[in-house]
């Protein structure tokens, strides 16, 4: 690009509007614009203009508008300050609660993806007590789907499949099984081909799940009634230990 170039000049886009408004070639050209620009004016269709209604406004206008935002913000930070010493109060913690619901899941990260355009993400996981692994774990589990899952399978191969937690659950509760002890009924499924887990996740399943194990009698009931008699001295009773 030569060094010669012409600069092209700059007006002011009030100034145009009032010369398509008046059609007054000569105030354009009092104030340096040349005729010809002038009359390219005249020329051009009036285009609407973007703006906000605070440049409309008058000096007592934005006094009021100030004083109003800074009660708002005075009453915001008074509720987030709540909110955040009942959390500790409270020692809440998204690292101690799981949401297996999928729906709310997907609220709370358009929650946070909202917020983060304020705010770093480092902050707004500090403040509702939300690790960044969990965070893009839960990024990465949108795409896969599984809601009611810790991980996904695709980076977890080892992990159970719902069917085989489903196969553990039905053996567990199953009244066919209820004279098997847990460690054993892990090593009878792996004998039936049902389930390849150890014993260890069979009781944290177990205990993640609160699975209740069928506890039935299987000796008969006592009887609980005595003798009865119709009249009186018809039965006694003698009692001989000593004897």
């Given at each position: 690009m030569s060094e010669n170039s012409r600069i092209q000049k700059q007006y002011d886009h009030r100034l145009r509007r009032l010369i398509q408004t008046t059609g007054d070639l000569d105030l354009a050209i009092r104030h340096g614009v040349p005729r010809s620009t002038a009359r390219g004016w005249l020329k051009q269709t009036r285009t609407d203009v973007v703006s906000i209604d605070v440049l409309d406004m008058?000096?007592?206008?934005?006094?009021?508008?100030?004083?109003?935002?800074?009660?708002?913000?005075?009453?915001?930070?008074?509720?987030?300050?709540?909110?955040?010493?009942?959390?500790?109060?409270?020692?809440?913690?998204?690292?101690?609660?799981?949401?297996?619901?999928?729906?709310?899941?997907?609220?709370?990260?358009?929650?946070?993806?909202?917020?983060?355009?304020?705010?770093?993400?480092?902050?707004?996981?500090?403040?509702?007590?939300?690790?960044?692994?969990?965070?893009?774990?839960?990024?990465?589990?949108?795409?896969?789907?599984?809601?009611?899952?810790?991980?996904?399978?695709?980076?977890?191969?080892?992990?159970?499949?719902?069917?085989?937690?489903h196969a553990i659950r039905d053996m567990v509760t199953g009244d066919e099984y209820r004279h098997v002890s847990t460690g054993t009924l892990a090593r009878l499924a792996q004998r039936l081909g049902k389930v390849f887990a150890s014993p260890t996740s069979w009781y944290r399943l177990v205990r993640a799940n609160k699975w209740c194990r069928p506890r039935q009698r299987v000796h008969p009931a006592k009887r609980t009634v005595g003798i009865r008699v119709s009249r009186a001295n018809e039965i006694w009773h003698v009692d001989t230990t000593l004897i």
């Open positions: 008058d000096t007592e206008g934005l006094q009021r508008e100030v004083l109003f935002l800074r009660r708002r913000v005075t009453r915001l930070l008074a509720l987030l300050h709540l909110v955040v010493v009942a959390f500790k109060v409270a020692e809440f913690s998204f690292d101690r609660v799981r949401i297996p619901d999928g729906g709310r899941k997907r609220r709370l990260l358009r929650a946070i993806e909202r917020t983060r355009t304020h705010l770093p993400l480092r902050d707004v996981l500090r403040l509702i007590g939300m690790s960044s692994t969990r965070y893009h774990a839960w990024l990465g589990k949108q795409e896969c789907g599984l809601d009611d899952q810790r991980c996904c399978p695709r980076t977890t191969p080892q992990q159970l499949t719902r069917e085989e937690s």
